[in-house]
């Protein structure tokens, strides 16, 4: 599982953000997180899956991620890589629909293997049946956002929502935003 940050790497993490920082403006963009992230060993990373961790921790919503953010997520990608690698028992580097279906159980996703299935499906980038790391941090991400808007709607905690098609439009396309 992820460990709290040492100041040791508090301060290596606070250097690579200063590299990636090229306006120095003390904060970053999906972009730069790019960037950022292949400076510390991450190369695999697409700028969609960046834009998407920035919108998912943006939490000023200023558009732009400043070193608390990002260390925030430092340690999402840390836990997801820690899952995702304890589920890739073959070290393909990917995992199929039954290892996500098992990988997401742990993040408290209790999901049907057809769900699960359907996620494989929009998340393969080869065609392989298998999603690798960065999908898996893709579709993760879109499902805690998901989850998020709902459990907001879902006020009385059943498990069911009633929401008007704008609502279900605006809900759905801010998540791929």
Sequence with gaps: MAQPLSQDQVNQLYQRFQQAD???????????????LGLLGYT???????RMLCNLMDFDRSGQIDFNEFCSIWQYISQ???HFR??????????????????????????TPEICTIL???????GA???????????????QGLTRAFQQRD????GVIQIAYYDFLTVVLTQAL
């Design 120 to 126: 494989v499906r929009k998340y393969d980038q080869q």
């Design 22 to 36: 090229t306006n120095r403006s003390g904060t970053i963009s999906a972009q730069e997180l790019h960037t950022l």
């Design 86 to 111: 304890s589920f890739d028992k073959d070290n393909s580097g990917s995992i199929d629909t039954r290892e996500l279906q098992q990988a997401l159980a742990q993040f408290g996703f209790n999901l």
């Design 80 to 82: 997801w890589n820690y």
């Design 155 to 158: 006020t009385n905690r059943t």
């Design 44 to 50: 695999s990373f697409n700028v969609e899956t960046c």
């Design 129 to 143: 049946g298998a999603i690798t790391f960065d999908a898996f941090v893709q579709c993760c991400v879109t499902m």
